[in-house]
């Protein structure tokens, strides 16, 4: 029972790591600069979201919300 289990556990492990690989070819065929601009948009996503959740002026939080759409709007645009 235990051999079986423990083959079960390499096939899963290896099928894991097939997954793995492809996603990794199908990051590295996707352009460099695409993937570098999406990353800076969500990293700036999370900078404003984080401001946004301890802003407590209404002028400050309105334009945040504002920065935060018009970042949403770009990842929409990059897919």
């Known amino acids: 029972m235990a051999r079986g289990f423990e083959?079960?556990?390499v096939e899963d492990q290896q099928a894991e790591a097939q997954r793995r690989r492809e996603r990794r070819d199908d990051a590295s065929a996707e352009d460099p600069a695409r993937?570098?601009?999406r990353r800076s948009l969500e990293m700036a996503r999370v900078d404003v979201s984080r401001r946004l959740a301890v802003a407590t002026a209404a002028p400050l939080r309105e334009m945040l919300k504002r920065a935060l759409e018009a970042i949403d709007a770009e990842l929409g645009k990059l897919g």
């Open 7 to 9: 083959s079960k556990q």
């Open 35 to 37: 993937v570098t601009r």
